[in-house]
């Protein structure tokens, strides 16, 4: 039977998210004792576990947590010190959905450090934090001037010549000068990192003889992924490991390099029934994880569980650890995985107005932060791209596939069928901000546009594959996405075909072309610069190895890849009419939009049969800046779909005197020559090519 105390906690519901007993959870030092404060709204008892520091399997003490009502349990002890070990024993009714377990030891959910004594068997560690940040401030890098550039922390710098053998794949590689340097002449802005939380590799890759590379499996949200230190500190132990986090992030603010986590709130590393209890379900399973009222799973991530954060408890825990990532470790910004699963209420339906999301908005402790949503989930419903609302920027998968199909699976028709599926209209749209899918109190830079991203083909794997080869992740081939709407234009996989392959560095340099001149917030993925091969695997999460690492030794023509990728990024700082922050209006003038004009190949607006026959694949899109706080700005991009090569006459605009060429896909190295065209003027293009040029 349940104490007196416990019921009375369950008579009173907690009054939102925000409801003061939820303040304080995890360890606070203060007078030299540590207060833990843990919710459990169906637990019996709690018990605090001590460790010996280096034994982790000899209990030096322990104590019992109170309840303190709502759900709270607390305990005010001196052994809760800078480098406790410690886990939490918690025991509670059996009842269907309940999973208490009292001789289980969890992780404590606010813990800052961990350490571990094999599979599954972790101890929490306290931390003191202390850091000094020398006065450096967030970049805060504007959102129409942000460059997303998507990488793994391991990767990046795992085979690096540069960096030293000892920093190889870790936190403070990435802040190494020559990684440093490498970013900055590729011209982004923001490095969005690829899981960072601990995590844990699930059972049936371990068993396989692999591990979860991606981290997408997170174990606490509070704690940095210790093997991504040093092994110098790894050593020290959790407070070196954190310190070197921060180091980190010191080291590429000061660089005017913002820092944004890829962070995975919708599921834990504990999996379905019958998975690991390591934590959130031995504390309170019903509470934690969304589930049938036979205890049953609603899994709507694909992962095994999902976090049910219809609970205040749950949200809370969530919103706490953005706020501490945000502040003490002075992160730039967070990436939502499965976002739509963030949103879902407690009758598991999809609501931009879900507390949660309303919080990450409105939170003053997350004013200064970008959220950019993955917008889907695998639950019914979970598509929700364009969705999320005013502050919120999301991953557009529509742009994605669009551009895609233009430049790759539409050519690929078109050499069989000898005209292309579609035309140009739709492709437009995405280039000039995605209108039909963000509404225009959100403008164009709520879409993150990106070609490629860590799952799926890399950009070389997507012009040179036309299915995926992932026979080396223990799944028959049958993990992935099928439909990628790539094109191996000729061959699938490695030629020494020159055509084939000259062909395959064009449509590369398209892609990256459309990326770094759309309308929007562009993210350019980690060896897309030089062109890295994945072997066509397009689901590599579960490969810790070369074939992942970025490899850092290039050929020429990777190396002229790169510069066409620095020459874009320059060419978008420079030209304010390529990153508008607003959609134009016909009817009046908006500031900082960028007022679009179409032309046809013969320098006529185009007409409607221009936008819809897919016999007409080519356009020439003027753009005209209305500024706030930077010069006046215009330019022409040219696009031609076809593999045929024409002639586009250049349109005579009023005010408008000469074209200077300032960028071609048709060219294997970036010219430097900006020749300057007249208005009327003819100028070749060769097939499926793009021209930028600025109008004077």
């Known amino acids: 039977m349940l104490s007196p105390e416990i019921v009375s906690q369950d008579a009173v519901p907690p009054p939102g998210l ?30 605090l576990v001590i460790f010996d520091d280096t034994d982790l399997d000899w209990i030096t003490d322990t104590a019992s947590l109170e309840p303190a009502g709502s759900g709270i349990w607390t305990v005010t002890t001196p052994l809760l010190q800078p480098g406790a070990r410690y886990a939490i024993r918690v025991d509670g009714p059996h009842a269907v959905g309940n999973t208490f377990n009292p001789q289980t030891l ?139 986090f921060k180091g980190m992030v010191k080291l590429l603010h000061e660089a005017g390099l913002e820092v944004i986590l890829d962070v995975v709130y919708n599921h834990t590393s504990e999996e379905g029934i019958g998975g690991p209890r390591t934590s959130l379900r031995g504390i309170d399973n019903r509470a934690y994880y969304r589930q049938q009222d036979d205890g049953v799973y609603i899994d709507v991530t694909g992962c095994g569980n999902a976090v049910d954060t219809s609970t205040d408890a749950a949200a809370r825990l969530i919103l706490d650890s953005l706020r501490y990532w945000a502040n003490d470790v002075q992160i730039d910004g967070f990436r939502f995985d499965l976002a739509a699963t963030l949103g879902r209420d407690a009758a598991h339906t999809f609501t931009p107005e879900h507390p949660l999301l309303q919080a990450i908005l409105e939170d003053p402790a ?9 917008p889907w989930d695998v639950g019914m419903g979970g598509w929700q791209t364009g969705n999320f609302g005013a502050g919120w920027h999301e991953w557009n998968d529509r742009y994605r596939d669009r551009v895609r199909n233009f430049w790759l699976s539409d050519v690929d028709y078109a050499r069989r069928a000898a005209t292309a599926p579609v035309g140009i209209g739709g492709f437009a749209t995405r280039l000039a901000g995605s209108s039909n899918t963000f509404s225009p109190d959100r403008g164009p830079l709520a879409s993150v546009n990106f070609v490629t991203a860590h799952d799926g083909f890399t950009l070389r794997d997507l012009v040179s594959y036309d299915v995926k080869h992932n ?65 066509g695997n397009n689901n590599a999460y579960c490969h810790d190895s070369p074939l992942t690492w970025l490899a850092w030794e290039h050929e020429d023509w990777q190396k002229d890849i790169q510069a066409h990728v620095q020459r874009l990024t320059r060419l978008r700082r420079e030209n304010p009419a390529l990153r508008p922050m607003r959609f134009a209006h016909e009817e009046m003038r908006v500031p900082s939009a960028s007022v679009m004009d179409w032309y046809d190949t013969h320098g006529e607006t185009m007409s409607i049969e221009s936008w819809t026959s897919p016999a007409n694949r080519t356009l020439q899109y003027l753009a005209a800046s209305t500024p706030e706080n930077e010069a006046f700005n215009r330019i022409l991009l040219v696009v031609h779909g076809t593999e045929q090569p024409t002639t586009v006459t250049l349109p005579r605009v009023e005010g408008v005197t000469r074209y200077v060429s300032l960028w071609s896909s048709a060219d294997e190295t970036p010219d430097n020559a900006y020749v300057a065209y007249a208005p009327g003027e003819d100028v070749p293009v060769v097939g499926t090519s793009m021209h930028l040029f600025r109008a004077e």
């Open 366 to 374: 997350l004013a200064d932060v970008k959220k950019i949503a993955e």
């Open 471 to 535: 026979v080396g992740n223990g799944e028959h081939n049958r993990d992935g996405a099928d439909t990628n709407r790539s094109f191996n234009h000729g061959a699938e996989g490695p030629t020494d075909d020159p055509g084939i392959l000259a062909t395959r560095r064009k449509a590369m340099r398209n892609l990256l072309g459309t990326l770094l001149l759309s309308a929007g917030v562009p993210m350019l993925t980690a060896g897309d610069e030089f062109a890295r091969s994945q072997r």
């Open 106 to 244: 969890l992780i404590e959910p606010y813990s800052k450090g961990l350490v571990t004594g094999g599979i599954d068997d972790w101890r929490s560690v306290v931390l003191d934090g202390t850091f000094d940040w020398g006065g450096v401030a967030k970049p805060n890098v504007p959102l129409d001037r942000t460059v997303l550039y998507e990488g793994h922390l391991k990767g990046l710098t795992k085979r690096h010549p540069l960096v030293p053998p000892a920093l190889h794949g870790t936190y403070a590689g990435l802040a190494h000068p020559a990684m440093v340097e490498h970013l900055l002449t590729l011209g982004v802005t923001s490095v969005e990192l690829l899981p960072v939380h601990a995590f844990a590799s699930e059972a049936r890759l371990v068993h396989q003889g692999l591990s979860n590379y991606w981290g997408y499996n997170t174990l606490n949200f509070f704690t940095p992924h210790s093997p991504y230190a040093t092994e110098a500190s790894r050593r020290e132990g959790p407070e070196a490991v954190l310190r070197e």
């Open 18 to 47: 925000y409801a003061s007993h939820f303040d304080g959870l995890g360890v606070r030092l203060h007078d030299g004792v540590g207060t833990l404060r843990i919710w459990s709204e169906r637990a019996s008892s709690i018990e």
